[in-house]
């Protein structure tokens, strides 16, 4: 507003000194005088055609600030073009929109702060606002970034968490000899919460088996679980036995038996890994990355696949193996909820569709267009179905 004030600010006073008597001039000096009186006189008028500018320029800027009435044109500062504000009557002033020509993708969705989902939340209302992002198998925390963000966004409170030598987590994957030593991190993160604090856990792939384990530790800590795309075990049973209702049945070894599980893609991509030589069972499990679009990311954007392709490290090969002991009277306390993901070629739709009726679930969700990682290829549509299920309260 400084500019504003001087350019209305009123001219001071002109103190006028004593009169000087002027010689008469000769000829000479009298074409002198005239060549500086016009020279004065241009000065004078572009003087005055600048303080008329910035006199206009102020105006539009008073008008801008103090409102010009609903038909006014809005002062707009940037020099990118926008299109005019439609409903410029209406109460709400909705933000403007580029004029860029970018396309926008229909998997990688442009996520905008105005465009967030389920803006009228009401927390105080809810069990919790507190999810727990658990990874599957092969990746970290650094793949929930989208869910993150949309969850933080809406003012729930978020962590997601790196398995043992999954992400950043330092541990050698190929060291790692049980369920519970892979699954540490998350029952550390749950043993820390004061007993009166609950939380949403969401399991992805392999994460499904890795909340159903806290779930049987902790259910008075849970108040409500969700497999994504998820292995959705029943007591006594493994990743690997959940692969299996799919098997050759003349399979002779465990490895063979893990391999015949999946499709011809989840065969071509898994590389066993042998850390403790080919007479012992395998260590961990790695997935040719030249195969991961097909088989994880076949409707995510190319971005995120780059990502996963630089950050996505071994699967443990004994946690697989693990059975899970799960009773009624602590797991079956918790509230599951499946979300599908129909373009899933790591899980396929007809296997989450086994686990879902092995173990009903209270509600089950539908991803429609999601690959198995969702949080890739469907962040807002995942965050508007997961904050949905937070609202839901006790029948």
């Known amino acids: 507003m400084g500019n504003l004030c001087t350019c209305f600010a009123p001219k001071p006073a002109v103190k006028r000194g004593r009169s000087v008597k002027r010689l008469p001039a000769n000829s000479s000096s009298q074409t002198a005088s005239n060549r500086w009186t016009r020279v004065r006189s241009a000065r004078k008028d572009s003087n005055d055609s600048l303080i008329q ?23 707009d500062r940037s020099v990118s073009h926008r299109y005019p504000n439609s409903n410029a009557g209406s109460k709400k002033n909705p933000l403007p929109r580029s004029a860029s020509s970018r396309a926008r993708s229909l998997t990688d969705p442009l996520l905008q702060p105005h465009q967030l989902v389920n803006q009228d939340i009401k927390l105080d209302d809810l069990e919790t606002k507190h999810f727990v992002l658990v990874h599957g198998g092969g990746f970290g925390a650094w793949c929930w970034y989208k869910t993150i963000a949309l969850l933080e966004e809406s003012g729930f409170t978020v962590t997601a968490v790196d398995l043992t030598g999954s992400g950043v987590h330092s541990f050698d994957t190929n060291g790692i000899a049980s369920l519970s030593q892979y699954v540490k991190p998350l029952t550390d993160f749950l043993e820390k919460l004061a007993d009166e604090e609950k939380v949403i856990l969401v399991g992805h792939d392999f994460g499904g088996a890795c909340i159903s384990y806290a779930m049987e530790l902790f259910p008075h800590k849970i108040s409500k679980a969700i497999f994504l795309a998820a292995a959705m075990l029943v007591d006594g049973q493994s990743m690997l036995d959940m692969f299996s209702k799919q098997v050759i049945p003349d399979a002779t070894n465990k490895r063979e038996l893990f391999q015949s599980g999946g499709n011809d893609l989840m065969q071509k991509t898994q590389i066993f890994v042998y850390a403790n030589g080919k007479d012992h069972p395998p260590s961990a499990i790695d997935l040719d990355k030249s195969l991961l679009r097909d088989l994880l990311f076949n409707q995510s954007p190319a971005k995120d696949i780059a990502l996963a392709s630089v950050s996505m490290r071994l699967i443990p090969f004994a946690p697989v193996l693990e059975k899970l002991c799960l009773s009624d009277a602590k797991h079956g306390t918790v509230r599951r909820f499946y979300i599908e993901a129909p373009e899933d070629n790591a899980i396929p739709i007809t296997l989450q569709q086994t686990m879902i009726s092995s173990s009903q679930p209270e509600k089950v969700f539908r991803l429609k267009g999601a690959d198995h990682s969702p949080f890739f290829s469907k962040p807002q549509a995942l965050h508007k179905i997961l904050v949905e299920i937070s609202k839901m309260n006790k029948a």
């Open 53 to 75: 500018e910035q006199a206009l320029a102020a105006a539009l800027m008073f008008r801008q600030q103090n409102g010009a009435g609903a038909t006014a044109t809005a002062f």
